[in-house]
């Protein structure tokens, strides 16, 4: 999977720079040539501080290209409603949609939209392996979350040494954080003997629920050697580090790892309570989706010669996955990823 992932990232940047050449502003040469498309951001999570990288984005790329974008579905968790949003989007008729597949509760409306010959990709989460397994959308951008969950237990390793007593924390049953869960397990077992995984924690994606989970894991196994907490969803590292705060538990006792970027995770980082964290690079993914469906809307993405006619013969030109790799945030770097310096992008052409 890694393999293909690395084909289709390649793939997809030799298209870009065939299709658009290089260089170039906003609103500039590569501006859409129908600047009356609309594209939808159909997802849950929409005012998750986790997305706010997405929402710059998105804003960078309806300047960019000149297109209007609009943000549609729950501002919290909820699938079911996100599906409703995509048949919502269907009615209107947009250049294209973009989502998130955390569980089955989208496919059918993704499987209308193609039926429609409305382009959909899916970013940050998907199940399954192919575009069948994702409602048959054009493709998927984003982290190969079991590689992340690796990538997580070897940034651990370098912060905290060759062996220990490892908790997992997490919000189980969802796609993505169970597929780094793997990952974790699987690069523990197979290259850190010495470590020890000895408990794992459901934080429920609730903070108040996941500040308790973290006081009890560090309360129950305080007097473990060289303990270790790796917290796989983006609300864990936060809670970690306040669940240490209010056990009086000095920062650094502790290794912890965590996912995401929230900015409250980026102030323990500088507190010295998360020693890294690892990042998807959301907002690459949000622009790449609505590049590539727009040079599918302008013909060269769909009509790529590998058959006489793709549609009939079923056929879909791009690939499956394109995957890309997490990046670590630590106490080196953490000063250029915090809102107060990310650039403030601003247009009417994006709803958020």
Known sequence: MKKIGILGLSLAVAIIILVFGCGGTAKGIYASLNPDRTYYLCSSYQDHSYFADSHIALRYA????????????????????????????????????????????????????RIAGIPVVVTESRIGKTS?????ALTYI???????????????????????????????????????RK????????????????????????????????????NFY????????????????????????ELAIPAGKITVVVYGREPSTLDYIEK???????CNKTAAAEYLAILLMEDWNNGGLKNIPLSSDNATAGINPVPDNMFNSAFAITAGNVQYFKAAVMPDVKTSLYNR
């Open 183 to 218: 990952g974790v397990e699987d690069y523990m077992k197979e290259n850190e003997p010495d470590w020890q995984i000895i408990g794992w924690s459901d934080d429920k994606d609730d903070n108040a629920a996941a500040i308790e989970a973290g006081k009890s894991v560090i």
């Open 222 to 245: 305080s007097n473990r050697a060289n303990l270790a907490i790796i917290g796989l969803e983006s609300s864990s590292g936060t809670c970690i580090a306040m669940a240490m705060e």
């Open 62 to 113: 309806a300047e960019y290209f000149n297109v209007k974008i609009v943000a549609s579905g729950p501002d919290a968790w909820d699938t079911a409603a996100q599906a409703i949003a995509i048949e919502q989007a269907i009615s209107r008729q947009p250049a294209g949609i973009i989502t998130r597949v955390w569980d089955d509760s989208p496919l059918d409306a993704i499987r209308k939209a």
């Open 272 to 278: 010295g309570y998360i020693a890294a964290t690892l």
């Open 132 to 136: 069948e397994d994702i409602g048959g």
């Open 142 to 180: 984003g982290l190969d979350n079991y590689i992340c969950g690796r990538d997580t237990a070897r940034e651990l390793v370098k912060h905290a040494g060759r062996s220990g007593n490892l908790v997992l924390m997490g919000n189980w049953g969802v796609s993505n954080t169970d597929a780094r």
